[in-house]
């Protein structure tokens, strides 16, 4: 079936630096495009999603980037700082749906002071 | 609010042994899911529910069920464990219409040997 992928399983960046993560998709008829942090030994968190009908979406120091062409899709983060260590999962809703996400493998980003 | 609790944190089963993982929410959420996530790999999804009394397979639901008796409630069971259940198990809510966000729990780790 169809899945989402990620281009680099690991990113290390120094403090201050700005960061950013990739993801593969080939679902063209998912609606949505999700970003979750997750943080060692805890449960993903919410960062940040994108319509299809859009390119660019900013939030709080993170941006998100759709490529439908390419079917590709980043995230961004400006000035990273060590509490953004974590593992990043990109997500697509399945067929449509607004519940059914189908989630990458991950990547990891480690912050150096 | 509490948000999304998992009950255990841990267990260690034997093969065989059956078991039932509970998930709570106190969000008043219609949407609730179960994700199990191995080393390296993404969350996929286990079961899911869209209301009270409605359960759904998901990716993966072979050697699992589950039950929404009460909306704020979402168990998970494992029948007769096998080693290749060992995993860390999510539970996560969601709003039924408007976001594709999805509030998570801990997690459960489960070893079965």
């Given amino acids: ?113 | 609010n509490a948000g999304v609790t998992q009950t255990p944190k841990f267990r260690v089963l034997k093969t065989g042994q059956s078991m039932t993982l509970l998930c709570a929410q106190d969000m008043n959420h219609e949407y609730m899911y179960w994700y199990r996530q191995d080393p390296g790999m993404g969350l996929r999804l286990i079961h899911y529910s869209v209301g009270e009394g409605t359960t759904a397979k998901g990716e993966v639901p072979d050697g699992y069920n589950v039950s929404r008796l009460k909306k704020q409630n979402f168990l998970l069971g494992l029948e007769s464990a096998a080693p290749s259940q060992t995993s860390v198990y999510f539970c996560a809510s969601s709003y039924s219409t408007g976001s594709v966000e999805q509030y998570f729990g801990p997690g459960t780790r489960l070893t079965v040997t």
């Fill in chain 1, 1 to 113: 079936g169809e899945s989402v992928g990620l281009h680099l399983p690991t990113l290390s960046v120094q403090e201050g630096d700005n960061s950013i993560i990739n993801c593969a998709y080939s679902n063209s008829a998912s609606d949505y495009f999700i970003w979750y942090k997750q943080e060692s030994g805890k449960g993903p968190q919410f960062i940040i999603d994108i319509r299809s009908n859009m390119d660019k979406r900013q939030g709080q120091r993170v941006t998100v980037l759709l490529n439908k062409t390419v079917k590709h899709l980043s995230l961004q983060i400006a000035a990273t700082q060590p509490g953004d260590s974590a593992v990043y999962f990109c997500a697509e809703n399945s067929g449509g749906s607004n519940y059914k996400l189908t989630f990458g493998k991950g990547t990891l980003l480690t912050v150096n002071p």
